[in-house]
């Protein structure tokens, strides 16, 4: 199992949106609906912020949003604000009672 | 109001076993409950270590799969992750967190302690 493939960093202005993408395989990502975004601020626990490919837990701003198409999940952030600077991280469920994470994108708000 | 937290040593030796354990309140193992251990290097991504349910079933990264092991002691409510044969490799902030559902996601993380490989 190897992680799932994030882009370094992403950056944007307030206001604006971004995409984090999270490519994975056939065996994870394209196979199974049970992809996750998580928040890290530094220093703190990561926060769930999507589940279930685009489901968001109740008290998650609805400038968060996740979609799914082939093998590679996507988070779009909309509005930007200073406060969602942050590290994302993706995970999805990789069969055999197994998980995988994403080696995380370094969100800046410029 | 649901609550993880961690503890354990800070500092082990190389080649030592690593016991860590999570006390968690505001829900009990009970059926569809689950405990998952997650660790994180420093300046590092995350990676997935083992989940308990709660019926007892037990589940392991598969690369770490030979040096791992979890329990649990429901009336402590208490899941406790040893790790056998450290390596300053395994130096990390580790995390343990909870799973309502039978989904794969992780809604309540504790705050994670750093563990450092050392001698």
């Known amino acids: 199992q190897s992680a799932l493939t994030q882009p370094a960093s992403v950056s944007g202005s307030p206001g604006q949106s971004i995409t984090i993408s999270c490519s994975g395989t056939s065996s994870d990502v394209g196979s199974y609906n049970v992809v996750s975004w998580y928040q890290q601020h530094p220093g703190k626990a990561p926060k769930l912020m999507i589940y279930e490919v685009s489901k968001r837990p109740s008290g998650v701003s609805n400038r968060f949003s996740g979609s799914k198409s082939g093998n590679t999940a996507s988070l779009t952030i909309s509005g930007l604000q200073a406060e969602d600077e942050a590290d994302y991280y993706c995970?999805?469920?990789?069969?055999?009672?197994?998980?995988?994470f994403g080696g995380g994108t370094k969100l800046t708000v410029l | 109001q649901i609550t993880l937290k961690e503890s354990g040593p800070t500092l082990v030796k190389p080649t030592q076993t690593l016991t860590l354990t999570c006390t968690f309140s505001g829900f009990s193992l009970s059926s569809g409950v689950a405990v998952g251990w997650i660790r994180q290097p420093p300046g590092k991504a995350l990676e997935w270590l083992a989940l308990?349910?709660?019926?007892?079933?037990?589940r392991y990264s598969p690369s770490l799969k030979s040096r791992l092991t979890i329990t649990k002691d429901t009336s402590k409510n208490q899941v406790v992750l040893t790790m056998t044969n450290m390596d300053p490799v395994d130096t990390a902030t580790y995390y343990c967190?909870?799973?309502?559902?039978?989904?794969?996601?992780?809604?309540?993380w504790g705050q994670g302690t750093l563990v450092t490989v050392s001698s």
């Open positions: 308990l349910y709660w019926d007892d079933d037990k």
């Open positions: 967190a909870h799973r309502a559902s039978s989904s794969w996601y992780f809604a309540s």
């Open positions: 995970s999805s469920y990789a069969g055999s009672n197994t998980l995988i």
